[in-house]
C-alpha cells in the first residue's frame, strides 16, 4: 500500500500544461473563445490554477472565474481544493472557464449576492435566483436594473449589467402589490422584446404574437423583423409550418 501512494505522489506532484477553454455563453450553447494553456500539477489547489490562469491572461480575473472540468464545478467554495481531490480529473482534462459577474439582488423582502456568467441569458439568472429562493417563481419574476425591464432573451452585458450592479426582482403575489411593483409590471407589458423600446405606462400595452402569446412588439415592422431572424423557429403557436401562419402569412398581433 505504501508503495501504491508513492507513485501516486509522484504522479501527483509531475507537472503538465493543462488545456483551458474561454467559453462565451452563445445563443446555441457555450462558445470556444480561445483555448490557452496553463502549467500546473495535480497537487496545484482550484485557487492557484486561477491565479496562474489570470496571470497569463491580464484580461482574466481570478475572482471572477467559474472553471469546469467535465461534470466538475470548481467553485469559490472548493479553491483550497487540489485537481487530485476530484475524482475522473487527470494530466489530460481539458478545463472550460466563464467569466463571472457579483450581482446584488433585492427582493420585496431581503437582498442577496448571485454569482452569474458575465454574458448569460436574463432567462438564466431568473433560474439562479429562485434556485436560491424557492419563494420567487421565475414564472411570475420580472428584473429590473437601471429603471429598465430585463427581457428574458436579453444579455447581462448588452444591459449594462455588470460586477456589482443592483437588479430588483419583483414578483406579482398579492402580499408584495406595492405602487412600485405594479408600476413595473405595467412597463413589462409595454416592451418591445425585439428592438427594447420602452413605452409609457400612459400608453396602451403592446399587442402580442397572435399565435404564442409569448412575445410583445411596439409595431408590425418589428414583429415581421423578429419573425424573419428567430421567432418563426420559435413560436410554439406554428407547430407544423414555422415561420407562415396556416394561410401564408404572419400571425397577426393579439
Known sequence: MGRAKGKGRKENIKPFLASVRIMDAGDEGPAVLAIMK??????????????????????????????????????????????????????????????????????????????????????????????????????????????????????????????????????????HAEFQGRRWWKMARRLCDFCGKQGRISEPTFPRCGACSKRRYCD???????????HSRRCLGIPRHPGVGPDGRLVPLG
Open 220 to 230: 408590425e415592422a418589428c414583429q415581421r423583423a423578429d419573425w424573419e431572424a428567430l
Open 38 to 175: 496553463v502549467s500546473v500539477t495535480l497537487d496545484t489547489k482550484v485557487g492557484v490554477m486561477k491565479r496562474k490562469i489570470a496571470a497569463a491572461n491580464p484580461t482574466l480575473r481570478a475572482d471572477r472565474m467559474h472553471l469546469l472540468s467535465g461534470h466538475h464545478v470548481l467553485n469559490d467554495s472548493h479553491d483550497e481544493n487540489t485537481l487530485a481531490d476530484y475524482e475522473g480529473i487527470s494530466r489530460k482534462s481539458p478545463f472550460s472557464l466563464l467569466s463571472t459577474v457579483h450581482l446584488t439582488v433585492q427582493t420585496p423582502d431581503r437582498s442577496f449576492t448571485l454569482k452569474a456568467v458575465e454574458n448569460n441569458l436574463v432567462g438564466n439568472i431568473k433560474h439562479a435566483i429562485e434556485r436560491q429562493d424557492s419563494d420567487l417563481p421565475r414564472a411570475k419574476m420580472v428584473l429590473v436594473h437601471n429603471c429598465a425591464v430585463l427581457r428574458n432573451d436579453a444579455r447581462l452585458r448588452e444591459m449594462g449589467v455588470t460586477e456589482g450592479s443592483v437588479v430588483a426582482c419583483l414578483v406579482r403575489r398579492p402580499e
